[in-house]
């Protein structure tokens, strides 16, 4: 697991499956530990369902703080393979220190604006006068941990993009088996309740950042987090590669709302609430899709950005072909699943035979369209770990305009129902529209890469 990867010279299928399988399953556990979070939440004798509900509220708070980890990480790791792979040592360690001030600097900044700002945040993303008691606890006690889980995700980016994905899976190992453990003692146990779950995600977080810091700071890593040689040209270029994974991460929040605002007003007095519910049990479901998927496309940049900074071209379309043929074997895999099984999941979280039927539907019709998702998924990472962000930008926000767009007008013509059509429609459009853009960009870029000398004149 530890063992490092040689991203220039290792057989590339062989690197394509140790950096995507770990990475895939890192994320698996994240998505199984948020399900088994809220198991326990709901759970608590006597307020379990309103404690759920207000620690859902804090849902698109937390993803918003994660939004910015990947900010810095996600946009700072290919720039840094890519001069490792160009050889310039010096380079990738200041692009390294200076995304290590940049994660402190923004979880300082986070820290405050959160604590200044929780109550009307959270009031605008639902809390009720039942709810809101719950929802500020949680909030209250997470807020304070930001700065463990910003520097763990963020910092984690470069561990990876330095062929150590085996020691990335780790960090997210650790921190994801502890807060497990430790959520039944502090919710139960202690008798801390929503507080208790949130305290134990930030020890969770804590110690995956320790674990992490760690690592960078040994003697194993290639390049080691150190200090100085700041620059804000190397920061405006990790924000502008880091753009596109913000932009998905953080719009999902917004998303989430609209489509929860849509159902309530569609599905009236008696069914708003049904159709709510079914949503955030479909969504939960979609994230054993995505995340893992994110994880196969967004581990394996280190692999295209390497060779992109060596100009080992051959080794870059090779990668490619493995890499949408693992995208495409898993997103199928997972279409026949959700169409067959997805009943099994559906009983984790509800034993009434109405809202089982409503959420076993939404499953089939939210995957209707999962399996061209592989396509819009590899080429935004791909397009991204090759210093293309502005274009990788450009496709993220199409899809999620247009998703919100038909979120907003389907239910016009059918009803509430209508929501759920709105998810295949635009993994279908926009994984062909990928392709498309692929097909017509990728030859372009790599032949200039062949003829330009000095990769930074690019990135």
């Not at 309740?193 to 690592?215: E, H, K």
């Not at 939960?284 to 060596?310: H, V």
């Amino acid at each position: 697991m530890a063992r490092p990867n040689d991203l220039g010279r290792d057989p590339v299928g062989r690197l394509v499956l140790r950096l995507a399988i770990p990475s895939m399953l890192a994320q698996l556990v994240n998505v199984l530990y948020s399900i088994v979070d809220r198991m326990y939440i709901g759970n608590i004798p006597e307020i379990g369902d309103t404690a759920l509900a207000g620690a859902g509220v804090c849902g698109p708070i937390v993803t918003l703080v994660s939004s910015f980890a990947f900010l810095v990480g996600v946009g700072g790791a290919p720039l840094m393979a890519m001069s490792m792979g160009a050889g310039d040592r010096e380079r990738a360690r200041r692009i390294l220190s200076n995304c290590a001030l940049m994660l402190a600097a923004l979880a300082a900044v986070l820290t405050v604006v959160l604590l200044l700002f929780k109550e009307p945040m959270l009031r605008a993303f639902g809390a009720s006068e039942e709810t809101f008691g719950y929802a500020d606890s949680y909030l209250t006690v997470y807020v304070l941990g930001t700065a463990f889980a910003i520097l763990s995700v963020g910092l984690n980016q470069f561990i990876i993009c330095q062929g150590f994905s085996g020691i990335g899976m780790t960090t997210v190992l650790i921190g994801a088996a502890l807060n497990i453990a430790l959520d039944p003692v502090f919710i139960f146990t202690l008798g801390m309740g929503v507080s208790g779950a949130a305290a134990a995600t930030v020890i969770s977080q804590a110690a995956s950042c320790l674990f992490v810091v760690a690592f960078l700071l040994g003697r194993r890593i290639h390049i080691r987090l150190s200090f100085g040689g700041y620059s804000w040209e190397i920061m405006r270029r990790v924000l502008l590669f880091g753009l596109s994974p913000f932009v998905i991460v953080a719009t999902d929040s917004v998303l989430l709302i609209v489509l929860n605002s849509v159902l309530q007003r569609y599905g009236g007095a008696q069914m708003g609430d049904v159709y709510i519910t079914c949503a955030t049990i479909v969504q939960s479901y979609m994230q054993l899709i995505t995340m893992p998927l994110g994880g196969i496309t967004g581990g394996t940049q280190p692999l295209l950005s390497f060779n992109y900074g060596a100009g080992n071209i051959s080794r870059i379309k090779l990668a490619y072909r493995w890499l949408f043929g693992l995208c495409l074997l898993f997103t199928t895999a997972m279409f026949f699943v959700s169409q067959f099984a997805g009943g099994l999941f559906v009983g984790i979280f509800t034993q009434n035979p109405q809202q089982t039927a409503l959420s076993v539907w939404g499953i089939r019709v939210f995957t209707l369209g999962v399996i061209p998702l592989a396509m819009q998924y590899e080429v935004v990472d791909g397009f991204t770990a090759l210093g293309i962000p502005k274009l990788a930008v450009t496709l993220s926000l199409t899809r999620k305009l247009l998703f919100l767009a038909l979120t907003v007008t389907l239910p016009m013509a059918f009803g509430a129902p209508g929501a759920f059509y709105a998810e295949p429609s635009v993994d279908i459009l926009c994984g062909l529209v990928s392709t498309l853009v692929y097909f017509l960009v990728i030859g372009r870029v790599l032949r200039e890469r062949e003829i330009t000398p000095d990769v930074t004149l690019r990135v």
